[in-house]
């Protein structure tokens, strides 16, 4: 069974940084690429960072580029997302998910406010 | 970047009657392969989103045959033929053909 689970998210002052991690599970993490996907509280989905199977490639939504930084390791099957810098339009919950979109784990939530 | 438009944003609708969602994107969804990258998700209260519906069409393991994808080009539709309870929820689009970046719709939010 496919298995993601995010954690890492907390409350975090403006400016702040945290890194956020995807244990995953059930399936050969070294040939898939990954992505994160947030959702700001009672909005819609945004994608927001992608990394291939490999890791020698990253891509960043325009909001988040230069501040937050995808990496992964294969050998541990572990995803991460640095964030630096951040801001309360950061507020919101953190999914990792494969690049078939299958299947969402529960989100790791992160809360930016002074 | 792709733009993703729902419509409406919101459906009132009717156990057991039929319900329809239209997304349409910026540009063309076909790809240089001939597939089409649009996804259809849905997100009951509370809970994390779920996919539906894949390369325009297909649809996904445990997904009843009520819920169907169609369209083409730039112009999308989720139909569900008869509207049962646990339907209640937020359905987005989210088109994979043109990334980055990778872009969803609004949402939809389907209520009673």
């Known amino acids: 069974e496919v298995q993601l689970l995010e954690s890492g998210g907390d409350f975090v002052q403006p400016g702040g940084s945290l890194r956020l991690s995807c244990a995953t599970s059930g399936f050969t993490f070294s040939t898939t690429a990954m992505n994160w996907v947030r959702q700001a509280p009672g909005k819609g989905l945004q994608w927001v960072s992608g990394?291939?199977?490999?890791?020698?490639?990253?891509y960043y939504a325009d909001s988040v580029k230069g501040r937050f930084t995808i990496s992964r390791d294969n050998s541990k099957n572990l995803l991460y997302l640095q964030m630096d810098s951040l801001r309360g339009e950061d507020t919101g919950k953190y999914y990792c998910?494969?690049?078939?979109?299958?299947?969402w784990g529960q989100g790791t939530l992160v809360i930016v406010s002074s | 970047e792709v733009v993703m438009t729902q419509s409406p944003l919101s459906l009132p609708v009717t156990l057991g009657q039929p319900a329809s969602i239209s997304c349409r994107s910026s540009q063309s969804l076909i790809h240089t392969d001939g597939g089409t990258y649009l996804n259809w998700f849905q997100q009951r209260p509370g809970q994390s989103p779920r996919r539906l519906i894949y390369?325009?069409?297909k649809r996904d393991s445990g997904v009843p045959d009520r819920f169907s994808g169609s369209g083409s080009g730039t112009n999308f539709t989720l139909r569900i033929s008869r509207v049962e309870a646990e339907d209640i929820g937020i359905y987005y689009c989210?088109?994979?053909?043109?990334?980055?970046?990778?872009?969803f719709g609004q949402g939809t939010r389907l209520e009673i």
């Open positions: 390369k325009l069409f």
């Open positions: 990394i291939t199977n490999s890791g020698d490639k990253t």
């Open positions: 998910i494969r690049e078939s979109w299958v299947p």
């Open positions: 989210m088109q994979g053909t043109h990334w980055p970046p990778i872009t």
